[in-house]
């Protein structure tokens, strides 16, 4: 189904926006048409700001089950909705539902990194006789994946330097954690996917070694791509 809300306008609208946030409120933003939220399957997702969680968003049917239809997109961001230790509840009952023991949920970040440079010839000519540099600020994805503890420790202890998104774990058919990732454009959809060489049982390893796929070291996991 085609999403007609609108999005920014103009670039610098755009790049005023944190993505990794706001996508959430884009997707449940009444449509235009029918005045309906998108209807998509998604897991219970919170969105973190400021050292605590200030939104929920989950499909009205989060089983994490094909059931052959697609679900409204639901958000909660009242206080008593977004306590921590419902949300480690939560998370972990839904989990245990999908079949999955060890990894309850996992946090995405974008982790700013600072990258001086010197300005390029395009810039003014006072400039590069002063030979100024430009404070060029570069981000990265950061993933961390937790259990009921780790989890329980992250919301009520933990600091969290950087806004990001808290969703649960979701874990697929086979013994190893794999991830899809799709690039569409109007001439090519290319769809590439990692598949993790640990078993995602296997206790001996930590849990960023059982589930990273192309958020941890390329040596963690294997990468199969398709194109069409």
């Not at 085609?2 to 755009?14: E, M, R």
């Not at 309906?36 to 499909?59: G, H, I, K």
């Not at 590069?128 to 993933?143: D, L, P």
Request: proline share 4%.
């Amino acid at each position: 189904m085609s999403k007609t809300t609108s999005l920014p306008i103009d670039f610098a609208a755009a790049q005023r926006l944190s993505w990794l946030e706001d996508i959430y409120n884009y997707l449940h933003a009444p449509d235009v048409k029918n005045s309906s939220s998108f209807r998509c399957n998604l897991a219970e997702t919170y969105v973190m700001r400021y050292n605590r969680p200030a939104a929920m968003f989950v499909s009205s049917n989060s089983s994490g089950k094909a059931e052959g239809r697609e679900s409204e997109l639901l958000k909660r961001d009242k206080a008593r909705d977004l306590v921590s230790a419902e949300i480690v509840d939560c998370l972990t009952q839904a989990a245990h539902s999908r079949g999955c023991l060890n990894v309850v949920a996992f946090y995405v970040t974008h982790e700013p990194i600072l990258n001086t440079r010197r300005l390029s010839e395009s810039r003014t000519r006072s400039n590069e006789e002063n030979g100024s540099n430009q404070q060029a600020i570069k981000f990265q994805t950061h993933v961390e994946y937790f259990h009921a503890e780790s989890l329980k420790n992250f919301l009520s202890q933990r600091p969290k330097d950087h806004n990001g998104v808290l969703q649960a774990f979701v874990p697929v058919s086979s013994k190893y954690n794999r991830v899809i990732r799709c690039v569409w454009t109007p001439a090519l959809v290319r769809a590439d996917y990692r598949v993790n060489k640990n078993y995602l049982n296997d206790h001996r390893l930590p849990l960023s070694q059982r589930c990273a796929t192309f958020d941890g070291p390329l040596h963690l996991s294997r990468l199969f791509s398709s194109a069409a």
